[in-house]
């Protein structure tokens, strides 16, 4: 049973609306990330954390911003949502093994409207 | 280059063998990793393998690597209708600190 929670589960929201979406994990990993999964399916990484005041640009461009305040806790924020910001977002942690086997949450699904 | 692709679907009927395969570009690959995604949720990890192997067995899970071909494959045996999801191959590169590349996802469909 995975001990990481995202919340909300489901978002609709009008445009130029403030977001954030909350990520938090029991595991004490030190390493978290977020991906942005588009409905055809591919992961992308947008953001990641090495530790806590750790935190770095994935791979894709995001227009949003994170924060790692607690090593628990990796808030995604949006201050103004567009459509294009519609998607799957899926939250996760890691220990500093040599696996670095990731474990994922149940994601937030986000509809700007 | 990182780009790690797998073929978008594969149907198969159920008590048949499924093999689901992934290419990848890098060959500085450490660790190759196979996760499962099941509707509306998160992502789950299946199995992984080191890069100096070449198979791992776990139950019904097979994985094949070659890395002459940046090839890796997840078989699954006597596949059930509670086996329809889609699955991921990722890689974690070295030198590229913990984050892992995801292939394109195949969606597994299990016919009866």
């Known amino acids: 049973e995975a001990d990481i929670y995202q919340t909300p589960r489901y978002l609709v929201i009008g445009t130029g609306k403030k977001i954030t979406l909350e990520c938090s994990q029991t595991m004490g990993h030190d390493k978290m990330y977020w991906y942005q999964q588009d409905p055809g399916m591919e992961l992308h990484l947008i953001h990641y954390?090495?530790?806590?005041?750790?935190?770095e640009k994935g791979d894709l461009s995001s227009e949003s911003t994170v924060s790692r305040i607690r090593t628990e806790h990796f808030p995604l924020t949006l201050e103004s949502a567009r459509p294009s910001h519609t998607s799957q977002y899926l939250c996760?942690?890691?220990?500093?093994?040599?696996?670095?086997?990731?474990?994922f949450g149940a994601g937030s699904r986000l509809t700007v409207l | 280059g990182e780009d790690v692709e797998q073929s978008l679907f594969l149907s198969v009927r159920e008590g048949d063998s499924s093999v689901i395969n992934c290419t990848y570009t890098?060959?500085?690959?450490?660790?190759l990793y196979w996760y499962k995604q099941e509707p509306g949720a998160g992502l789950q990890l299946l199995t992984y393998?080191?890069?100096?192997?070449d198979m791992k067995q776990d139950q019904r899970l097979t994985v094949l690597l070659n890395k002459k071909d940046k090839h890796l494959s997840l078989r699954i045996a006597d596949t059930q209708t509670g086996d329809s999801a889609i699955y991921f191959c990722?890689?974690?590169?070295?030198?590229?600190?913990?984050?892992?590349?995801f292939g394109t996802g195949t969606q597994l469909k299990v016919e009866l």
């Open positions: 393998i080191f890069s100096n192997m």
């Open positions: 990722a890689e974690k590169l070295a030198g590229g600190g913990n984050k892992l590349t």
């Open positions: 890098d060959s500085s690959s450490t660790y």
């Open positions: 954390s090495y530790g806590v005041n750790s935190t």
């Open positions: 996760a942690s890691s220990v500093s093994s040599g696996a670095n086997v990731l474990t």
